[in-house]
């Protein structure tokens, strides 16, 4: 089982925005549009950003947003801020025994 | 809304056996789908699988399939995860999650440290 491709790193300085991509293939990404992204703080429980490829849940600040072209979703963060420092994992539903998969992470440095 | 809570961590020998709880509280549980997710230590999250409380039905990762047993007890609103004989390279965090239908994790628990050592 593979899973979703992600830059190890990214950055910005505050006030900028980021885009973090998460390839896949035609047997998730590409063909469903159930990609998720999680933010995560040292220490701390992953949390839901976006759901959907593009969905917000509520109270999550709508500086991040999401999106999906062909087989590669991409997060961006934009106006950025300190506290948007943390590692960000995509996830994607696919067919056969790729179910449900997360991406390697990317670590965000503001 | 669901709310998860995992039990405490856990110090254990090669070759032991152990079982990890999520305890649901709130409305929804039993029509929640639980899944679990490994994060080894410095490293990213795994899908580890998913359990449906209502009809306890499983869907495992293949690369756990057959190392864990995943569980679900909805007269107590209680999802598991079970080893029958650990190995030191199960030294992770575990956490337990509640998906939307769509399959994205939106509530977790706050995790549960699971430490194999001789």
């Known amino acids: 089982q593979s899973a979703l491709t992600q830059p190890p790193s990214a950055s910005g300085s505050p006030g900028q925005s980021v885009t973090i991509s998460c390839t896949g293939s035609t047997s998730d990404i590409g063909d469903y549009n159930y990609v998720s992204w999680y933010q995560q703080h040292p220490g701390k429980a992953p949390k839901l950003m976006i759901y959907?490829?593009?969905k917000r849940p509520s109270g999550v600040p709508d500086r991040f947003s999401g999106s999906k072209s062909g087989n590669t979703a991409s997060l961006t963060v934009s106006g950025l801020q300190a506290e948007d420092e943390a590692d960000y994992y995509c996830?994607?539903?696919?067919?056969?025994?790729?179910?449900?998969?997360f991406g390697g992470g990317t670590k965000l440095t503001v | 809304e669901v709310q998860l809570e995992q039990s405490g961590a856990e110090v254990k020998k090669p070759g032991e056996s152990l079982k990890i709880s999520c305890k649901g509280f709130g409305d929804s549980f039993t029509n929640s789908v639980i899944g679990w997710v490994r994060q080894m230590p410095g490293k990213g999250l795994e899908w580890m699988g998913v359990?449906?409380?209502?009809?306890?039905?499983?869907t495992y990762s293949p690369s756990f399939q057959g190392r864990v047993t995943i569980s679900a007890d909805k007269s107590i609103n209680t999802a598991y995860l079970q080893w029958s004989s650990l190995k030191a390279s199960d030294t992770a965090i575990y956490y337990c999650a509640a998906a939307l239908p769509t399959y994205a994790f939106h509530i977790w628990g706050q995790g549960t440290m699971v430490s194999v050592s001789s």
């Open positions: 359990v449906y409380p209502a009809d306890s039905d499983t």
């Open positions: 996830s994607s539903y696919g067919s056969g025994n790729n179910f449900k998969v």
């Open positions: 959907e490829v593009n």
